[in-house]
């Protein structure tokens, strides 16, 4: 994690005066999606089930095409006019959908599909926003998985309080060792700031649906301090395999929360604390777990 953190921060401090003239602070911006932290897309992703290409920017103008969720654009530019949807403020984005050229709100964009199977794909995008007056209070996040362009699992999450929407990734944990769990989604977020700060929000698939479990979080500031709290799934993955930078792997059926605060102290020498919580996931919750 503090490799990763110490990647970001080279990644994102250099140009966050920059991101600073082009993103918004109090609305969702298409501009602020990025594939490595500076390049603006050049391709997206329909979220939606489905959406109208249109002719102009502008939802009242007519329809070039029918997209479907899943559906890859090519992205042209960016127009300079906003629309306001569900409290999501973004532009109009010029695309290319085969061979047809057109418009798509940029709310019905996201930057990523996931192949969770053959047969089947993980989508993200943010929803909704709720605000008081101009300040934005809450932003909603959804992941959809869906086969042959029709969605066939879905779930709604808040994602954060009173913090702009920012970088957002999905990443796929395959083979958990959950009873019922057929996998494990994490949508991680990380704020355009050098005071890097993170979440992680974890979501697990059944046969019948996606269930939100909860989140963590993490921040960090060039080198003075990082704290964090994630949790760690137990998987198929070899002992040599398994990646995570702490002494202890989870079984079977049990889930460790991984807690950390590292930071100078008064005598300017690092300190390193973690803490680790286990919990045994039985009848389809997380329960404190203390070893007989």
Known sequence: MKKLLNLLLLAVCPFAVNAQETVSTEAYDFESWTQDWRDPLTEAFIIADACKLRSQPSSGSEMVAKLLIGDRVKVLAVSGTDTTINGIQSRWIHVEAGKKKGYVWGGLLTNQVLKVSDTTSAIWGITRIVREG????????????????????????????????????????????????????????????????????????????????????????????????????????????????????????????????????????????????????KEGRMNPFCRD
């Open 134 to 281: 101009d300040t934005l209070v809450d932003y909603y996040a959804s992941v959809r998985i869906f086969s042959h362009r029709q969605i066939i699992k879905q779930t709604e999450f808040k994602v954060s309080h009173a913090d702009q929407p920012g970088y957002g990734e999905l990443v796929l944990i395959r083979n958990p060792l959950l009873e019922g769990v057929k996998h494990v989604f994490v949508y991680n977020t990380l704020a355009e700031a050098c005071g890097v700060s993170w979440s992680e929000h974890y979501l697990l698939e059944t046969e019948e649906k996606i269930s939100y479990l909860e989140s963590g979080s993490g921040v960090s500031e060039a080198g003075a301090f990082h704290s964090s709290a994630v949790l760690i799934f137990p998987t198929l993955e070899k002992e040599e395999d398994y990646t995570i930078p702490y002494t202890r792997k989870p079984e079977k059926d049990q889930i460790l929360r991984v807690t950390s605060l590292d930071e100078y102290d008064e005598n300017c020498v690092w300190q390193e604390h973690t803490s680790i919580e286990s919990f045994e996931w």
